[in-house]
């Protein structure tokens, strides 16, 4: 396994003082955030660390002499929008730049980009399914063309009052997970898996590895700190921002030690990054950069250095 970090976390640095910290603080790879080039319209969103609109040999040329020059390598091209969005144009922005990700992802010889199916959050899973296969089906068919890989992160999206009642990614549970895969059978079609967001909806993240380890094409690793008595008072039908808080790895409920024995036992040799949503830590960005290095720390009894001869 590599161990990495999800680059929104830090906006204000360029690719190359990216890449830099990543190494100075020891990290192995990074999944470099690359949205298009616009306003933010949520946290963590609008970050573009590597602009693949118009992406060539050239630009890749100079990203490849980054990796070279820094030893740190790229996990994968990630970007987050809401491709099944009822709002016609913001879907088609997204189904269009998600190719462009395979594109760039291609030149650069990664064959990996990291994103969300997207869902009308007004309807049911059954009324977004139609959406779902029209226009999910050709982008897979295209990675399939292109050899890339694709990892659907499994966030339902429903953290603000504007995502309400079914969140804005439809990809959240071991049965939509087996329905998806029984539908879009591809070996492209995979998991960019965070085992947080299965313990806020109070799902067993331990046998969700057993069972679909094999579609793991990347792995997040962030932590959640569940309010029990809180969610005694609010009950599951509240915004999950109730009762739930994202923190760094080793400061929530996730039992990272059996998280990684369990993805050992599978089998599983890809990146594992960080991804910081911690409140606690984004006070500044100096802040943000040591809950980088206290992320690293605490996972490298985890993940080992490569061992060099």
């Known amino acids: 396994m590599k161990l990495g970090f999800v680059t929104a976390i830090v906006p204000e640095l360029n690719l190359e003082e990216t890449m830099q910290l990543a190494a100075a603080i020891g990290y192995d790879c990074i999944e470099v955030m690359c949205w298009p080039p616009g306003k933010a319209e949520r946290r963590y969103a609008g970050v573009t660390h590597l602009d693949v609109t118009e992406f060539g040999a050239k630009e890749a040329e100079k990203v490849q002499s980054l990796i070279k020059q820094y030893g740190v390598s790229i996990s994968s091209l990630g970007f987050y929008p809401n491709a099944l969005s009822p709002v016609e144009e913001e879907a088609e922005v997204a189904n269009t730049h998600i190719r462009k990700l395979m594109d760039a992802s291609v030149l650069l010889g990664i064959n990996q980009i990291t994103t969300f199916i997207g869902r009308d959050w007004t309807k049911s899973v059954k009324d977004n399914w139609p959406k779902f296969l029209e226009v999910w089906k050709p982008l897979i ?15 339902p999206m429903w953290f603000t009052n504007d995502e309400y009642p079914g969140g804005k990614n439809l990809k959240t549970t ?14 492209y079609f995979g998991l960019n898996f965070d085992p947080s967001h299965f313990i806020w909806q ?32 609010v ?16 400061m929530g409920d996730v039992n990272w030690s059996k998280f990684f024995s369990y993805l050992t036992d599978a089998g599983y040799d890809g990146a594992v990054c960080v991804e910081v949503e911690d409140r606690s830590f984004e006070g500044s960005l100096e802040m943000r950069k040591r809950s980088l290095v206290q992320s690293h720390d605490y996972l490298r009894q985890f993940v080992p250095r490569e061992v060099l001869d």
């Open 141 to 155: 068919a295209l990675a399939e063309e292109k050899e890339v890989f694709v990892g659907i992160e499994n966030c």
């Open 174 to 187: 071991p049965a939509i997970f087996r329905k998806m895969y029984e539908d879009i059978p591809s070996p």
């Open 202 to 233: 109070q799902m067993d993240y331990l046998n969700a590895i057993k069972e679909f380890a094999p579609k793991f094409s990347h792995v997040h690793a962030k932590d959640v700190r569940m309010d029990w008595e809180q969610l005694d008072q």
């Open 235 to 250: 009950g599951i039908m509240a915004n999950p921002s109730e009762y739930h808080t994202p923190k760094l790895p080793g």
